[in-house]
């Protein structure tokens, strides 16, 4: 569905991505795992377009969207919850939520307010509050909604369990669930390794700006001294 | 009371039609952060389109709805194509190269409203209907200016239900809170901006149409509207709608009783509000601190000494310039005498902009007070030349610190508009204050006595203290206080954690910038023998903006070049017909080709160069 070739991103002068190279099959979950700094959010912008790659291929499906707009790839169906949620402030729920309204795509049926309420229950109640008036784990709900309301063929879910309370973390698995059940497919950006075993099927492991091991959650379980080499802190 | 009523709804009328016009100005801002310097020249358009249109239509109110009309798309037609052609290209060039830009169309659409409409004013003759009057409370009150007072709300209303109700505003107040995230969301923003930029010289549009029945279509009127809606828009709050219909309404009805109670104050009674409603609230009665919208803002590349090759360039041209009285006519040497003192007025104000981070819309006040100091040192207090040039930036950088007091504590546009407004306020003083000044007449015979009659020695004067002058500014900006006010500009937290007094740093910036501006100012002064009231005004402000981005803010070089090629351009123009179409469309051109100013990017192909070099 997704690939990239020996992608390069940076900012200004810093170069944060040297090369990362990856595959995502439709309807599985990859997750990105890494230390802080590898490079997961910048891979994250450089797919959705936020940040313009200096080389290397993305192919979603058969064409090459590395260096196209945001807008042209959001399009084509990757959608991109953000890792600061980015809730626009001044809009109320349900109004965050219509921004992300798209077509729906591929005979699937489309998202509505209605549909992400069931997903989100959490979020029902709170329509017509303004987006800077709820939670940090309500926002995060809205954001991935928001998103889920372009319905997009892929999501692009940036670190989703980062600060949330434990008994949002269990929302957030069962809404991933949820997804994949679809067949929405899914690259998850993470640092919660248990998190991320719970919701995912195959693992990449980032190391300054690279991919330095690549497996199924199984073998990821099984390899320990992966595991202590590439994440613990 | 009777007075009172009328002069109330005489005000909630103009307060109306400044409402159409900041109402456009306000939303092109809000999304895309542009500062839209020819706002003023859409207004005027939207004035000579509906002259053009409503002349030839039988005169029934419904033909002159229909005219109105007709002449709000064309003017936001004329808005769209000016976002596609021009601006679109800025979004990502620092915030003050799109007011340059946005200026060079102001001179260019004059000259094309000359050249298509001519230079006289265009009026239209008022049918019965329009000229009526009807009852109110017993008073009759002129019937057109009841149908302004009602358009003023009636389009806030369309413009709320717009931004609230409908899918359009709902993503256009989405763009002004994050814009790249609207884009990930699969949000096309170019349409989005276009249209928005659309509607906004629409409304600018539909308020020129609007005015005409009460006075004419003319040249003049650009300039007087854009800088009425700037200060309607920054007391109102930048961005925000119903602050601008506050500002409207404060602006227009205080306007009214002004002319009639105190008819000597109206000139600065708008910049007065202005002023004293950003001392209080320093983001206008309904704004918000100012985001940046722009989510990966570029870093400054950090101004580095001159290397061995510019300095020899430099000094080479210095040699050039000593040596020019020699071989140049009486008219050039004329022209580089006015280069010279444009280059300390443009160094001052880099000092401000480039490292200071301030970007004062006002500089000129100083280079006036320069001037005028100079001319009571000579007229009142009987002293020569040496008096007047210690005694004008005494005074200017005296006056920088009382005002600079108020303007550091500001940032972005609001420290722009504050600054204008002191500027405004200075130039109402020396136009007004007849029995001091001279008003409009200047004060003329301040030639210099003795040797520097002679204009050689009035031009070595000139280029002695220019060039000293901006040696000593450089100096400024690598010693420890030059360190510590860019620091305080890139990152004012760090800055204040490491224990910089910020306002205490761009003050002192700030009033070595007014003080250098006055010594230039007094020197023009000798040099043409005379000071007016428009060595303070807005142009005369515009032009030092002009110089320092046409060199290149972030250069040191940068305002030398950029005067230099400025003045000398103007001058070359200024004889040919059209030289504003010229001039703007130059200056248009120069900035879509040249973001970083013409130092900026030959600084730039030197680099490049030497990286090729083995």
Sequence with gaps: ?233 | MDFFLLQLLTGLASASSLFLVAAGLTVIFGVTRVVNFAHGSLFMLGAYIAWSILSRLPRTPEHFALGVLATALATAAIGALLEIALLRRLYRAPELLQLLATFGVVLVVQDAALWFWGPVDLAISRPPWLRGAIEIAGLRFPFYDAVLIAVGPAVLGLLLLLFHRTRWGLLVRAATQDRDMVAALGVNQRVLYTSVFALGAGLAGLGGALALPQGSANLQMDLAVVTDAFVVVVVGGMGSLGGAFLAALLIGVLQAFGIVLLPKITLVLVFLVMAAVLVLRPHGLLGRPQTAARSEAEALAPIRPAGAALQAAGLASLALAMAAPFVVGPYLLTVLTEAAIAVLFAASLHLMMGPGGMASFGHAAWFGIGAYAAAFATKALGGGLATGLLLAPLAAGTMALVIGWFVVRMSGVYLAMLTLAFAQIAWAVSFQWVEVTGGDNGILGLWPQGWAMDPRAMYWLALALCVGGALLLRRILFAPFGFALRATRDSPLRAAAIGLDAPRLRLAAFAIAGAAAGLSGAVFAYAKGSVFPTYMAIPHSVDALVAVLLGGVQTMAGPIVGAVAFTVLQSWLLTSEFWRFKLGLLIVLLVLAFPGGIAGAAAAAWNRFRRYQP
């Design chain 1, 1 to 233: 569905m997704l690939t990239v070739e020996n992608l390069h991103a940076g900012y200004g002068g810093a170069k944060i991505l040297t090369g990362v190279s990856l595959t995502i099959a439709p309807g599985e979950v990859l997750v990105l795992l890494g230390r802080n700094g590898a490079g997961k959010s910048t891979t994250m912008k450089a797919l959705i377009g936020l940040l313009r790659p200096t080389a290397g291929r993305i192919r979603l499906g058969t064409t090459d969207i590395a260096g196209t707009e945001p807008h042209r790839i959001a399009r084509l169906g990757l959608g991109y919850v953000p890792e600061e949620r980015r809730i626009f402030p001044d809009l109320t729920v349900a109004e965050n939520l219509e921004i992300g309204r798209r077509p729906p795509r591929d005979g699937r049926p489309a998202w509505t307010p209605e549909r992400l309420f069931t997903l989100f229950p959490n979020l029902g109640p709170l329509r017509d509050r303004p987006g800077n008036r709820i939670s940090g784990g309500e926002q995060q709900m809205l954001a991935i909604g928001r998103t889920l309301m372009g319905n997009p063929s892929l999501l692009l879910l940036d670190e989703p369990s980062e600060g949330l309370a434990p008994v949002i973390v269990d929302q957030m698995q069962s809404a991933i669930l949820a997804l994949k059940a679809e067949g929405v497919t899914v690259l998850l950006a993470e640092q919660n390794l248990a998190f991320a075993a719970r919701v995912a099927d195959r693992a990449v492991i980032l190391e300054t700006g690279r991919i330095v091991w690549e497996g199924t959650m199984t073998a990821l379980a099984e390899d320990h001294a992966a595991r202590a080499r590439h994440l613990q802190v």
